[in-house]
């Protein structure tokens, strides 16, 4: 299996654009997260789903962020407008079940808003 | 709402040394803990899990125990050697989301 995949690796914007992530799971596995890892907060949950439905996102910072999942295989962050305090890593984790098995990492998208 | 802290924060140890990182958590009802490799630049690599009803769990070089009564893990690497240089996180994995709080991590530089 290739892993988790997430796209772009590095995102560079002007404040105010439009930025969407995406995440490709694990095949197979029914549990999607969104973090998000900076120097000063280190890494924190944005969004989980389960079967494709959005079970917590208590982590979403405000409004201008938003996740969808629309298929097992497909997921997307968006941020709108986005703004300098985005600058992060952005992380997608998969697992076939949280309770009892790890969580399986992206390599993380590094956005920079200017 | 749970916490994790890591102690020490960054460890600098000769190659060959054994070594011990610290992991405490706030709230003992936990469905597990893990332990986590970050590479500079890289994303999160599982080392190991431990079951809350597991006290330890070992793989390779590494040993992990577990005291959920007292909210306490140690992550024990024996022999390091210059590769295990990297941040090591802990996290636990609680709460009625299912999901995993991290700790802000232990950097750890093995010299050759």
Not at chain 1, 41 to 57: A, K, M, S, T
Request: aromatic content about 8%; proline content about 6%; overall charge negative.
């Amino acid at each position: 299996d290739a892993g988790v995949i997430q796209s772009p690796r590095h995102e560079v914007t002007e404040m105010g654009q439009e930025v969407t992530l995406r995440c490709k799971p694990i095949s197979g596995h029914n549990s999607l997260f969104w973090y998000r890892q900076t120097m000063m907060r280190g890494l924190e949950l944005l969004i989980y789903f389960n079967n494709n439905v959005p079970i917590d996102d208590s982590g979403m910072p405000e409004d201008r962020f938003s996740a969808k999942m629309p298929n097992a295989s497909f997921s997307t962050l968006k941020i709108q407008p986005s703004e300098p305090r985005d600058s992060a890593v952005y992380f997608c984790a998969s697992s076939l079940a949280p309770e009892v098995e790890t969580q399986y990492f992206g390599p993380g998208t590094r956005l920079l808003v200017l | 709402k749970q916490e994790v802290t890591q102690i020490p924060a960054a460890l600098s140890v000769p190659e060959g040394e054994n070594l011990v990182l610290n992991c405490s958590f706030t709230d003992s009802a936990i469905y597990n803990l893990q332990w986590f490799r970050q590479d500079p630049g890289k994303g999160l690599t599982s080392l190991l899990l431990i079951q809350s009803s597991q006290r330890e769990q070992t793989s390779g070089r590494l040993n992990a125990s577990l005291d959920k009564s007292s909210g306490r893990s140690t992550l024990y690497i024996a022999a390091s050697q210059p590769g295990d240089s990297a941040t090591y996180l802990c996290a636990v994995h609680s709460g009625s989301a299912r999901q995993l709080t991290f700790g802000s991590g232990t950097q750890l530089t093995v010299l050759p």
